[in-house]
Structures are given as structure tokens and as C-alpha cells.
Nanobody, 111 residues
Framework: VQPVESGGGLVQPGGSLRLSCAAS????????MSWFRQAPGKERELVASISNTGGSPNYAGSVKGRFTISRDNAKNTGSLQMNSLKPEDTAVYYCYIGTTRGQGTQVTVSS
């Protein structure tokens, strides 16, 4: 059982994307959720996290004010709304439910 990400793609600088994380098979409401990303040649970094109840959102400084993490425990889904995207946001984005990672979804920001 692993999270399933969707919503990645190619977007121009300044654009928006919304990533989703499907959590079927999990008792989703028991676990915190987080989004990490990894760009080519770089280490994986934490983008945002949220508690199991939806409180205490936390963001990397590089995305604060542009990205919003949320979750819907009734629907077993989480999301990452990404606005004002920059080329440096290009990476594979991974959803973690607790310590279980999904396969990732590619986000490419380019003109």
C-alpha cells in the first residue's frame, strides 16, 4: 500500500498546479502527510507537511506564501496547491503518508 500522486505536468513560470495524493488502503486520519521534492542532482527536500487532523501546516521557506497543503480525511485525499511557480520548483514531487512514500509525480516549470 502506498500513496498515489497525480496532477503533475508542464507549466509556464507564474502558473499553477494542484497535486493530489490518494490514500486508499490507509487509515489516513491517523497519519501526518507531507510533500517532498527532488530535483536532478539535488537531495530530496521537505516542501510542506500537515498534521493528521489538518492542523499545523509547515512550509519550506522557498515555497511559503506560494504553496498550500491541505487534506480531506473524509475523502482520504491530500493536496498541494502550487501557485506562482518558478523554474526552480521543477522536481519530482512525492507524497508521504506517515513514512510511506508514493511513486512521485513530475512537475516541470519552463517556458
Amino acid at each position: 500500500v502506498q500513496p498515489v500522486e497525480s496532477g503533475g505536468g508542464l507549466v509556464q513560470p507564474g502558473g499553477s498546479l494542484r497535486l493530489s495524493c490518494a490514500a486508499s488502503g490507509f487509515t489516513f486520519s491517523r497519519y501526518p502527510m507531507s510533500w517532498f521534492r527532488q530535483a536532478p542532482g539535488k537531495e530530496r527536500e521537505l516542501v510542506a507537511s500537515i498534521s493528521n487532523t489538518g492542523g499545523s501546516p509547515n512550509y519550506a521557506g522557498s515555497v511559503k506564501g506560494r504553496f498550500t497543503i491541505s487534506r480531506d480525511n473524509a475523502k482520504n485525499t491530500g493536496s498541494l496547491q502550487m501557485n506562482s511557480l518558478k523554474p526552480e520548483d521543477t522536481a519530482v514531487y512525492y507524497c508521504y503518508i506517515g513514512t510511506t512514500r508514493g511513486q512521485g509525480t513530475q512537475v516541470t516549470v519552463s517556458s
